[in-house]
């Protein structure tokens, strides 16, 4: 069997997106030595972009140089000939390469970074010919990235495998920054629900698996994050060995129950980490299997139109639920409540230890500040640590742990102190979180000492070793210091004795030191005894340089000071990592448990500064919130608007609201608000009401209004009737479902029979918890019949011939919608709404009520439709019926006229009470 370590790196490919296909392999004949390997190079990594290390740039070539100088927007140009033909160039400079990088990974390349592995001095030795040694050191793909400047602190970037064994399917995703790794067996239904929950930023799925048909349009939407691998990197028993040899563990049982397909999700994970990070692995936490129903199933269109994480209209943050509610100061506080604002829990006792923490939070007026204040601007723990495992950190990484690390002792204090003069208890997540922030106090200290008050980006140059921390390093700069002031000394006497009082030491790249003169004196150097002393090394415009044995001295020393000082800097900086990587798990802890206090704080802060009650989340099936009101629309109310809040009862009994009102009074602001509250709750956070009592939601969906989905070719009634679809297919008696005016994107009569079948089809098959909005008053007709329905609508207030929208619930039915109402706000001309006012009266009087009462009265569509189905099966399975059977024999074009007529006759007698009458 093909093993997935022994797939070559060149099996690396690229995701679908760039539009020019990378170019065949180039033949290396007659190349340059360099150009030579920059063609083996290239041909291991055919796909994505190389990025080929060239001093201080990063060189591309042939086609990758056309198609990054079309992404970059920069200069193509040539570099030389391969095979008679110009060879077509750009280039990135190394010091600002990560902004291209950022860009190129935005527009779906791939890039592998490839270095120079020696010093060019270290080559020159084995012959003027030989070329710098250089190989691939990392392939930077969306989901792999970790560098600051390219990730969003606010959000996970998830690499994703989507994996299949024994016929199911599961799907692991993992933080390469910050280590979190989890697993979860999908069901084929759920695969793009849980696609739109975890939002990977690459998905890896074997070639196989992108064939299968019944994927296609799920795969289709995460197109340009797709990377298709071979199939044997989603071997399980590979999977399994590889995954035992990275945890170190004899058996992967601990982690809890994998399937083969979990297996070669996870496997394909890490092993694809070690494929693009060339064999070094960031920390990666145990993966962590998700059940079966721990977090409640949302699909894509839901929370696309609940507007959880991002507003539908302008795709950000702002205007959306997360957008409303993150009050936490944290990168790292930010991406848990996200992810837990994404996959609210199933289980009341963890939602309500949660909820415990927030309360001690809310309780504690004092506790809060200290903390926030702790928190922020405390930096990325996790992020830093993995870019210094990595291998790519740089003195500004250690000392964002030195000061993450100051960050947790400080709130460990903070917490601590309050904890003892607080009759309550600590809560459990607390007290956990508490624990996790660990000691640290001896690598603090280290780094603390070590680590000089400005630092550079990049360790590499040296200048972060604070003074005082090295004896042997202060020495070596003392002496590059002590050259330095030296040479000044020198540059005085040499004046003094030439009589050239402008005469100057200046050090260029090239020369290094060297003595200038201008021309009208230099002559002074020139001739007679100086000329001894003044070596000509090179004669400028208006000036001639010299150097001197004693000056040639001095600088052998400075740079030989340099170098030892650079080399114990460099040393000390491994040191260090090394030190970081020792405590590495312990550093996670206390990241995550900063995380977990910022989440609570803020949560807590939100609580207290938008009026948020602790909802009670248990195992019934009830669906209280009293005084509710909906988190985005109330903040965005402006100053002087109140939102009303309004109550919400779907328990037994009333389980199924049908919510009528004009338009404009609050329907759909009403049905959203409640969906949210039941996120918010399970997501373990207060939410916005005086009174909350949610038996768990184990899935949410909502279908708002009517969008289109042009861009998947589908009109927006289909979208509709699709999205509906799912709804009634899917709906347990534990699903929380809103419904905001279904069938309205097509005929009257038509929208109105299918929301009445709806309606019917949810109380009497689904049977869960669910507000329906609708303008089809008619549909009220249904309350009678339907013990579980329950009407309500939004309060108006007609005033001196105006509409005042109250948006208020009430128990009721609306009689009208006042449509033309709010055209007439809207700005319809004159004409044009007294002519609707015409119709609509004309309309009214010969209105279809006979035809309404009687659908309302009439038996349940559900056993009428039951009984068709029923009675259409029999006919199939017992055959055509002898009167179908006589009539198909018949054929009418050789039938004279008294033929026809006894046919007619035979037929009437095969109908069946014999005479038809
Ligand atoms: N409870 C409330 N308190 C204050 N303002 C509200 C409230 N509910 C809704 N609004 C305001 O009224 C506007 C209209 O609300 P919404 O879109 O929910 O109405 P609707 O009944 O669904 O209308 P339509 O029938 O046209 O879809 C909202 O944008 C919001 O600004
Ligand atoms: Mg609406």
């Known amino acids: 069997m093909a093993s997935a370590r022994s797939t070559p790196p060149g099996e690396f490919v690229p995701a679908p997106t760039p539009d020019v296909p990378p170019s065949g392999p180039l033949r290396s004949e007659g190349a340059s030595p360099v150009m030579a390997q920059y063609l083996e190079i290239k041909r291991q990594h055919p796909d994505g972009l190389l990025f080929y290390r060239m001093g201080d740039f990063y060189e591309l070539f042939f086609a990758d140089a056309v198609q990054a100088a079309k992404a970059l927007d920069i200069a193509l140009t040539k570099r030389g000939q391969h095979q008679g033909q110009d060879i077509p160039m750009c280039g990135v400079p190394v010091h600002s390469a990560e902004s291209y990088l950022l860009r190129l990974i935005r527009q779906g390349f791939k890039v592998a970074v490839c270095e120079q592995l020696e010093d060019p001095a270290e080559a020159r030795k084995r012959g003027s010919k030989a070329v710098v040694r ?144 060339k064999g070094r692995l960031p920390r990666l936490e145990q993966p962590r299997l998700l059940g079966d129903g721990a977090v409640m199933e949302i699909d894509a269109a839901t929370r696309r139109s609940l507007e959880i994480d991002r507003s539908i209209a302008t795709g950000d943050r702002r205007g959306s639920l997360i957008g409303a509610i993150d009050r936490t100061v944290t990168g790292a506080g930010a ?43 405390a930096p990325d723990l996790e992020r830093a640590q993995t870019r210094l495992l990595l291998g790519r950190g740089g003195p500004r990484d250690l000392a964002a742990i030195r000061d993450g690390l100051v960050a947790a002792a400080a709130l460990k204090t903070a917490l601590e102190s309050r904890q003892g003069d607080k009759l309550t208890v600590t809560p459990d997540e607390l007290a956990a979180a508490l624990v996790d922030l660990g000691h640290h106090q001896v690598l603090v200290d280290r780094l603390r000492r070590a680590l000089a008050p400005d630092l550079p980006l990049i360790a590499r140059d040296g200048g972060f070793v604070a003074p005082g921390y090295l004896a042997e390093l202060d020495e070596q700069r003392a002496l590059r210091d002590e050259s330095r002031r030296l040479i000044a000394e020198l540059q005085q006497r040499y004046a003094a004795e030439t009589g050239i009082a402008a005469l100057k030491i200046r050090h260029n790249n090239v020369l290094g030191y060297y003595i200038e003169a201008s021309a009208a004196q230099a002559d002074k150097l020139t001739k007679g005894e100086q000329a001894q002393r003044f070596i000509h090394r090179q004669t400028m415009a208006g000036a001639m340089r010299f150097s001197t044995v004693e000056l040639g001295e001095l600088e052998r020393r400075i740079a030989a000071a340099a170098d030892k000082a650079l080399a114990l800097e460099l040393s000390l900086f491994d040191d260090l990592v090394g030190e970081v990587r020792a405590r590495a798990d312990a550093v996670a802890r206390a990241a995550a448990g900063l995380a977990v206090l910022d989440v609570a704080a803020a949560l807590a802060e939100l609580a207290v500064e938008q009026r948020y009650c602790r909802p009670l989340v248990d195992e019934g ?32 009994g009333r389980r199924l609201w049908l919510v009528t009102g004009p338009n404009m009074a609050g329907k759909s602001t009403f049905l959203r608000q409640n969906a949210l509250i039941a996120i918010l709750a399970q997501a373990g956070s207060y939410v916005p009401a005086e009174e909350c009592r949610i038996g768990v939601v184990d899935r949410l969906f909502s279908r708002v209004g009517a969008s289109d989905d042009l861009a998947r070719g589908r009109s927006t009634f289909m979208v509709e009737m699709i999205e509906t679809a799912s709804i009634l297919n899917l709906a347990g008696p534990r699903a929380l479902v809103i419904l905001d005016e279904i069938g309205r994107g097509t005929a009257t009569f038509d929208g109105l029979s299918i929301a009445w079948a709806c309606v019917e089809h949810l109380h009497e098959v689904n049977k869960c918890r669910a507000l329906f909005a609708t303008h089809y008053h008619e549909l009220v007709a249904l309350t009678g019949r339907l013990s579980d329905l329950a009407p309500y609508t939004m309060r108006v207030k007609e005033w001196q011939g105006d509409v005042v ?51 309302a009265t009439d038996l349940p569509l559900f056993a009428a439709l039951a009984k068709r189905d029923h009675k259409a099966r029999e006919e199939r399975d017992s055959g055509p019926s002898p009167l179908a059977a006589a009539l198909a024999e018949i054929n009418p074009d050789e039938l004279t006229p008294r033929a026809a007529l006894e046919a007619l006759y035979r037929l009437r007698g095969l109908l069946p009470d014999g005479n038809g009458r």
């Not at 669906?623 to 037994?652: K, M, T, W, Y």
């Open 335 to 377: 991406r848990l409540l996200l992810q837990r604002l994404s996959a609210p829990l199933t289980d009341p006792p963890a939602v309500a230890r949660r909820l415990d923490a927030i309360g001690w939070f809310v309780a504690d007026a004092e506790a809060r500040p200290a903390v926030r204040a702790a928190l922020r601007g």
């Open 621 to 652: 099936t009830d669906f209280v919130v009293r005084g509710g009101r909906h988190a985005v629309v109330e903040q965005s109310l402006a100053a002087g608007e109140r939102f009303i809040a309004n109550d919400c009862d779907l328990s037994p």
């Open 134 to 277: 250089r190989d691939v050191v990392r392939l930077v793909t969306p989901g792999t990235i970790t560098e600051e400047a390219l990730l969003d602190a606010r959000r996970h970037n998830y690499l994703a495998a989507l994996a299949e064994a024994e016929r199911r399917l599961a799907l692991a995703w993992l933080d390469m920054s910050t280590g979190g790794f989890t697993v979860q067996h999908v069901p084929e239904a759920a695969l793009a629900a849980v696609l739109e929950r975890v939002q990977p930023g690459e998905l890896l799925v074997s070639d196989r698996l992108l064939q299968r048909p019944e994927l296609f349009e799920t795969l289709g939407q995460w197109k340009e994050r797709l990377t298709p691998l071979p199939a044997p990197r989603f071997d399980s028993d590979n999977a399994r060995r590889r995954l035992q040899a990275v945890y170190q563990v004899e058996a992967l049982d601990a982690f809890g129950a994998f399937g083969r397909a979990e297996l070669a999700a996870a496997g394909a994970l890490v092993d694809y980490v070690e494929l693009t990070q």
């Open 805 to 855: 929208f109250l948006h208020e619930v009430a128990q009721g039915a609306a009689d009208r919608s006042y449509g033309i109402h709010v055209a007439r706000l809207a700005g319809l001309p004159a004409a044009a709404v007294k002519r609707a006012e015409e119709v609509l009266a004309r309309l009214e009087a010969g209105e279809q009520s006979g035809v309404v009462t009687e659908l």
